[in-house]
């Protein structure tokens, strides 16, 4: 099952609907023109900050959780939204868009997903207080952030043969795991942190550890003391086989019984506790993997092509190919690819061997169909699926699941550290206290 940033992304914004009653609006104009961080050179202000703070009391009141106080949560809250102003920030300077076509596709995703035509959908949202205006902005930040992080951590991530070899020996059997669902702290610690900045930290991960030892709401825990995340979603991991968790995180949960909290841990990032929730057992997995048979036209941008130039000639070239004209002869005539000479055919691919955008786009096409033009990492990409089939591939199946795990595990990781000295090597002055 895949997940995508867009349904995420509406899960978030649908739970807003307080935001429009009288006491909100009234508030939001009170609180309008007033600053509650400065990041580089963008300001976030108070009624941003409440927009969202409504929006995750929205949430625990879904899932019955216990809110952090109101200044953790405040603080918590303002931290995401450094966060992914950082990062938005980024995303513009590394000249990364998202074109309203391609804003358009993603929401028509999103309303198929809920089972809604675009008016149904459009109206929902309407009717929960949420604009449509503000709804379009949020899912183009979204997704301008989830496009930076691919570009610049997930499609750098690269899986040596020698490292799936050794994955499969220390995991012989990767389709029947038992899966751990897991919940974290982390206590971050800063770049070149002090031995006495480092104490502190630890000292404050062993307070939490015995809290949570102790009885305590471990959920209410990690959303007051966490700087990970998903702190406002209890710190709650999900379902994961140990070999899709961090190692230092494998290795501890191994030896938990459902609900044990570890000893504080130590990694680059600072410290953490886990609670295990529960444990299941996967059973062993049917030795099936899908494959694609997929051919694509790639026009690569320069500094004489631009973005809007290869994307305007892939519509062109999408128009002939419609109207009937040899897509075969079109790759070999216009492709900056060595797939050109075989008519733009790349053959079968596991899932995993694309980079996230060709994926995604290529995951969406049914046999014979066409893709709209595709930006990635490499270029500007047509893309045509010309058949799938499920074969029974147990070695095959074993290096692709081998493969996608350890991939998803480094892509974890660096996020994380990319993030954090994103962070790091940004001006942010917090002036929450300026409105207190």
């Known amino acids: 099952m895949k997940k995508t940033?867009?349904?995420?992304?509406?899960?978030?914004?649908?739970?807003?609907s307080a935001l429009h009653t009288g006491a909100a609006v009234a508030a939001r104009v009170e609180l309008v023109d007033r600053i509650v961080a400065v990041v580089n050179n963008e300001a976030i202000t108070a009624s941003a900050l409440e927009e969202r703070i409504e929006q995750i009391r929205r949430q625990f009141a879904r899932r019955g959780d216990q809110l952090p106080s109101d200044d953790v949560l405040r603080r918590q809250v303002l931290d995401q939204l450094v966060a992914e102003s950082v990062q938005a920030q980024r995303a513009r300077e590394a000249g990364v868009r998202i074109d309203d076509i391609t804003l358009d596709q993603a929401i028509q995703r999103i309303a198929d997903s809920n089972r809604m035509t675009l008016s149904q959908f459009r109206s929902a949202l309407e009717g929960d207080g949420i604009s449509w205006e503000s709804f379009r902005a949020n899912?183009?930040?979204e997704m301008l952030i989830s496009r930076l992080r691919e570009q610049s951590v997930e499609s750098r991530v690269v899986v040596t043969d020698a490292e799936i070899d050794n994955f499969i020996k220390n995991n012989p059997d990767v389709a029947s795991e038992t899966e751990y669902r897991v919940?974290?702290?982390?206590?971050?610690?800063?770049?070149?942190?002090?031995?006495?900045?480092?104490?502190?930290?630890?000292?404050?991960?062993?307070?939490?550890?015995?809290?949570?030892?102790?009885?305590?709401?471990?959920?209410?825990?990690?959303?007051e003391v966490s700087n990970a995340p998903d702190a406002l979603q209890g710190g709650d991991m999900g379902w994961r086989a140990p070999s899709a968790m961090p190692g230092l995180f494998a290795q501890a949960v191994q030896n938990m019984s459902p609900g044990e909290v570890s000893p504080v841990l130590r990694s680059a990032a600072g410290f953490h506790v886990m609670k295990l929730i529960d444990k299941r057992s996967t059973g062993k997995a049917e030795a099936m993997v899908e494959q694609t048979h997929v051919s694509h036209i790639l026009i690569k941008t320069t500094e004489l092509i631009t973005d809007d130039d290869a994307r305007k000639r892939l519509e062109t070239l999408r128009t002939r190919v419609l109207n009937g004209e040899s897509f075969e002869?079109?790759?070999?005539?216009?492709?900056?690819?060595?797939?050109?000479?075989?008519?733009?055919?790349?053959?079968?691919?596991?899932?995993?061997?694309?980079?996230?955008?060709?994926?995604?786009?290529?995951?969406?096409?049914?046999?014979?169909?066409?893709?709209?033009?595709?930006?990635?990492?490499?270029?500007?990409?047509?893309?045509?699926?010309?058949?799938?089939?499920?074969?029974?591939?147990?070695?095959?199946?074993?290096?692709?699941?081998?493969?996608?795990?350890?991939?998803?595990?480094?892509i974890e990781e660096a996020t994380d550290d990319w993030l954090r000295q994103l962070i790091s090597s940004a001006f942010v002055q917090y002036r929450l206290d300026d409105v207190e």
């Open 183 to 223: 919940a974290h702290i982390l206590v971050r610690a800063p770049e070149a942190a002090s031995p006495e900045q480092l104490q502190a930290l630890a000292q404050k991960a062993e307070a939490a550890q015995q809290s949570a030892a102790a009885g305590a709401d471990f959920s209410a825990l990690a959303a």
């Open 329 to 410: 002869d079109l790759a070999r005539a216009n492709s900056d690819d060595l797939s050109a000479a075989k008519g733009g055919d790349i053959g079968w691919v596991y899932p995993g061997d694309t980079v996230p955008e060709f994926q995604r786009a290529m995951d969406a096409l049914a046999p014979g169909e066409l893709s709209e033009p595709v930006k990635s990492p490499f270029g500007w990409h047509l893309i045509r699926v010309e058949e799938r089939r499920t074969e029974d591939v147990s070695d095959k199946r074993k290096r692709a699941v081998a493969r996608n795990t350890l991939k998803q595990r480094k």
């Open 139 to 141: 899912i183009r930040r």
């Open 5 to 16: 940033i867009f349904s995420v992304a509406f899960a978030a914004l649908a739970v807003s």
